[in-house]
């Protein structure tokens, strides 16, 4: 018996489907993706949307939830895929199936690049690396990190290509390799821009946009990277699947976003959000009213009249069973990266004269023009407001003060500055590092908080149990208040 119930053991206790037993990378690719997207609509929606003064939400009113124990559960959250990213580059390297490879070295950097931004210094180099024995990584300076980053991403550009395997299995560009060339490049210029406080990025930029044969970036919202939803339920959009109870009533549109779109006369206020309740019910004009950030949850339930006069998040993101005939499983996308940011990063980098090439205010145009035409695309043919026509705004907008490429240079840089945070919403962590970055827009703390706005996340309580060491050598890099909601990363010098 004893003999019979050991026989085989190894083989019947060994998963078969777990990433590390997958020979095939287009197995691993799709799951890598889809995780990543999803975990960028949660962080968007609960937390860096808030962060960056696009919703309110009041159970952070007061950024009291910004806890060790609920900086674990976000962003830190992000390690979980790092194995299978690593799994899928290896099996993909001993394969020689470089597109793979490649695919899973931008998925690393952009997912690496949401970490080190919401903490500072973490682990990188040892990251991932329990298989090998190092089971407490070494925290890594932020500066080494971006190295390693753009490193990554000029591996990437190089190796995509270079092979000739389709990339089944790809549900963010459907194997379009010189996509994920863009992908990679853009995501670079992202990376240059944002430690440009403390690195000069004017070579390595003038090399990727001076040299689009090799250097190919992104050209419209067709190619930016989103993953696209499907029709199905099981593969929607995850606020799809969400209770009215928790969309509707929970994040609504800040003041800040209604004053600054409503100063533009913005047609985007109709796409991200909704009218209020009494303005639909009174059957006249559509009203949107957006709430204070940092009020206590009575005071947002009372403030301007109640919720019958604030604005929820857009019909765009609505779940299911808030409209059967209007919530669309699909309509929304994850984006990763939009092409918006890049033509307002080239417009930052012209006008600071880190590139060369190019005209600054085109740049500017076709990032505000580019941002209509993708959420006019986004628009569901049955939706009554808004509609596809709606988003696209006259050509007097452009000429407007606050919108016509004029001024001395800091009030052009403003003008860059406030259309990307506005191209930024629901785009994961990045409204909020530009804004920590520029200080634009500006943000009160509301009347319940500590009197700031975190400018980073805390380390997790598991670091400092269980990574002490390392967890210490971290603090001391960070310098100024050590790990604390107002100690600001390496890249945010003022």
Known sequence: ???????????????????????????????????????????????????????????????????????????????????????????????????????????????????????????????????????????????????????????????????????????????????????????????????????????????????????????????????????KRENAHPIFLKQPSNWQGSEQLTQNLEVILKSMNDPRLAVFAMPTPASVTAGGPPQYFGVPNGMQQAETTNWNGGVNNQSTLGLLWAP?????????????????????????????????????????????????????????????SNFILPTAAMVIPPSSYYTQTNVAYTGTQTEKLHKIYTQKWLSLFFCGSEAWAEWRRVGVPTIIPGPKTNGYVPVRLLYPADEMLQNNANYKEAVKMLGGDGDALTTRVWWDID
């Open 320 to 380: 299911e069973q808030f409209s059967l005939e209007f919530a669309s499983p699909d309509a929304a996308q994850s984006v990763f990266m939009p092409y918006s940011e890049l033509e307002f990063i080239l417009a930052e980098a012209k006008e600071k004269g880190y590139i060369t090439t190019g005209d600054a205010q085109t740049y500017y145009m076709n990032g505000i023009k580019d941002q209509f035409a993708y959420y006019a695309s986004r628009i569901p």
């Open 1 to 231: 018996m004893m003999f019979s119930c050991t026989k085989d053991f190894k083989s019947i206790n060994t998963n078969l489907n777990a990433p590390e037993r997958i020979s095939d990378p287009s197995l691993l690719l799709p799951g890598i993706i889809w995780d990543a997207a999803n975990r960028n609509v949660a962080e968007s929606f609960y937390v860096y949307g808030v962060l960056a003064d696009q919703f309110e939400e009041n159970y952070m009113s007061s950024f009291t939830n910004l806890t060790r124990d609920f900086s674990s559960g976000q962003s830190w959250a992000n390690y979980g895929m790092i194995k299978n990213i690593y799994n899928l580059i290896d099996l993909s390297q001993k394969q020689g199936l470089a597109n793979y490879q490649a695919a899973g070295l931008i998925l690393k950097s952009w997912i690496f690049l949401r970490i080190t931004d919401s903490y500072g210094p973490i682990p990188y180099t040892e990251a991932g690396k329990a298989g090998e024995g190092i089971n407490f990584p070494k925290y890594d300076s932020q500066e080494t990190i971006y190295a390693g980053l753009l490193k990554d991403l000029e591996t990437a550009n190089t190796l995509l290509g270079s092979t000739t395997e389709m990339m089944s299995g790809d549900n963010l560009y459907n194997g379009n390799i010189q996509n994920w060339k863009k992908f990679a490049n853009s995501l670079s210029l992202r990376i240059l821009l944002r430690q440009s406080g403390r690195k000069d990025p004017s070579a390595e930029m003038q090399k990727i946009i001076g040299n689009p044969s090799t250097y190919p970036i992104f050209t419209s919202y067709k190619d930016q990277a989103a993953l696209q939803y499907l029709n």
